[in-house]
């Protein structure tokens, strides 16, 4: 422990004695600094203790000596010592009251005793602290590296949290709890991922200090990564700001789980390039070259149903610009989605493959597993931020088709489901959309696309201007005969008009468009472009 006023009273070179402020004596003592200057306080950063022989000092005024003394105490000065039988053979009455007034020790110094012998006492007490401090330091540094290297990050936690009688935990990069030591830490841990998210928005390194939570403890961030956005993030809760040798095992720890860390980034990159050439075999239909490629990689993924995910970053979505929620450090939406996919795999014990491609992210995921909701919750997050945009934000800054559950010989199958969910998507300007839904719903929604409300205007264009000289009523005899399946008597009574009459309209639609009406495609494209163009309705 540092040097104290108490361990300088009991060494018994100094033959100190307490004359004042005898119960705070355990306060640590920073430097012994001497001055004779009636106010020494300019030249004070605390936790000095002052040595005088009142060569320049009033003591035995009363009031200089109240204001002597406060102003002291206010600087942090842990004490004085005052030496007897150099100006004054004892201590002035007027010091010893001020002292007791204030709670400040006073220390009488005997004339045998140099100022120096106490200040090389001080020297030595600290030298010898920081010298075990850096010697626990070092025995700790090699307990977390041997934690590391043998149990993994979680015996790191355990060893780094023992040595500072607190708790540590480690963060994943989506900002979820992945270890914690002690055991019980995990749910204080988990209190602090809106912090945690706030350390992941600033460059690597960063670190932050916030009050635990309900102010139980004070905890440590610290993010974790080289890179130009963290990966993770270190946690640690003490009761107290750290000493020297906690703030050694501290530094050490962020060092061995940054190595941890950056090792599992390479190693990433190189189940990526496996990942895609995985893909590749499965969209070219050789699902068992895909299986041997993959190995145990992969688990029973590729067996099993699963989902295609495809996702794009939208137009001016690129770095900086997808401020809304998951897009993280950085700006960039794939990696915020490819993140939240890949943690919450991680967290559930499910394989996933994720292949970035190009200005795309390409996902196998297990149906129904926790990667396909979590898309579907990122892509939530999304669309509501979308109804009020942070400024500079883009709202369309992801788009993303999911397919419907398939099997590796359907892989190429579902990646077209995907990418159809993708272009529909981007066309309503949704950040998700399922091939399922469009499957299990309606062919009309398509239509509202500008192409095929230009193409639907273009086709009908001839027969409005014929009906607005009123020559006839050539677009509602159109949609009541398309509706009829071409059945002139019912037609014709839904026209309220005699059927010959309706033949006859039915001549002039032919000869106006240029086009035959017993041609099922030249039917099919104007009942089309009556939806698209809202005038099926009568």
């Not at 004596?25 to 001055?35: M, T």
């Not at 409300?453 to 001839?462: E, I, Q, S, T, V």
């Not at 159109?478 to 309220?496: K, V």
Request: aromatic letters at 4%; glycine letters at 10%.
């Amino acid at each position: 422990m540092p040097p104290t006023l108490a361990s300088l009273v009991q060494h018994s070179a100094l033959k100190l004695t307490v004359r004042a402020g005898e119960d705070r004596l355990d306060v640590p003592v920073r430097w012994a600094h001497v001055s004779e200057l009636a106010d020494p306080v300019p030249y004070m950063e605390g936790g000095e203790l002052l040595l005088v022989t009142a060569l320049k000092l009033d003591a035995e005024d009363p009031e200089a000596m109240r204001r002597y003394v406060r102003r002291l105490a206010g600087a942090g000065v842990v004490g004085i010592g005052f030496a007897v039988g150099v100006n004054y053979d004892e201590i002035p009455e007027a010091l010893l009251d001020a002292a007791r007034e204030e709670g400040l020790p006073l220390l009488e110094v005997p004339r045998r005793t140099p100022f120096l012998a106490i200040s090389k006492a001080v020297s030595a007490a600290i030298a010898a602290e920081q010298y075990r401090a850096v010697t626990a330091g070092f025995a700790a540094q090699r307990e977390l590296t041997r934690q590391a290297l043998t149990t993994g990050p979680e015996g790191l936690l355990g060893a780094l949290a023992a040595q500072l009688d607190g708790w540590a935990a480690l963060y994943d990069a989506s900002g979820a709890v992945v270890a914690a030591a002690p055991e019980w830490a995990h749910r204080r841990a988990a209190r602090l991922t809106a912090e945690v998210e706030r350390l992941r928005e600033r460059p690597a390194p960063a670190s932050s200090v916030v009050g635990g939570p309900d102010n139980e403890d004070r905890v440590e961030l610290h993010s974790l990564g080289t890179g130009r956005r963290p990966r993770a993030a270190l946690a640690v809760g003490t009761a107290a700001a750290p000493g020297t040798a906690e703030r050694y095992a501290v530094h050490s720890a962020i060092a061995l789980l940054t190595l941890t860390t950056e090792r599992s980034r390479s190693l990433h990159a190189a189940e990526q390039r496996v990942g895609a050439a995985v893909l590749r075999m499965l969209l070219a239909g050789e699902p068992d070259h895909a299986r041997a490629v993959a190995g145990d990689l992969y688990d029973g993924l590729l067996d099993a149903p699963f989902r295609v995910l495809v996702a794009e970053a939208s137009t001016g979505a690129g770095a900086g610009a997808g401020a809304g929620p998951g897009a993280g450090a950085g700006g960039d939406p794939l990696d915020a989605l490819a993140e939240a996919v890949e943690s919450a795999a991680a967290r559930s014990g499910e394989a996933v493959l994720a292949v970035p491609d190009g200005e795309r992210l390409v996902v196998l995921a297990a149906d129904g597993g926790a990667a396909v909701a979590a898309c579907v919750a990122f892509a939530g997050a999304l669309e509501s931020a979308r109804t009020a945009p942070e400024p500079g934000g883009d709202e369309n800054a992801l788009v993303v088709g999911l397919s419907a559950p398939a099997g590796p010989s359907a892989a190429a199958t579902a990646h077209r489901q995907a990418e159809q969910a993708l272009s529909v998507a981007r066309r309503r300007g949704r950040v998700l959309v399922e091939h399922e839904h469009l499957a299990a719903g309606s062919v009309l929604p398509l239509l509202a696309d500008d192409a095929v409300r230009a193409f639907a205007d273009g086709l009908l264009r001839a027969l409005r201007e014929h009906d607005a000289t009123g020559r006839g009523d050539l677009v509602a005899s159109l949609r009541a005969w398309l509706s009829r399946h071409g059945q002139w008597d019912a037609a014709a009574a839904d026209l309220g008009v005699h059927r010959h009459t309706l033949r006859y309209r039915m001549r002039r639609v032919e000869e106006i468009l240029g086009r035959s009406l017993d041609d099922p495609d030249v039917r099919m494209e104007l009942w089309l472009a009556l939806k698209a163009t809202g005038t099926e309705q009568p």
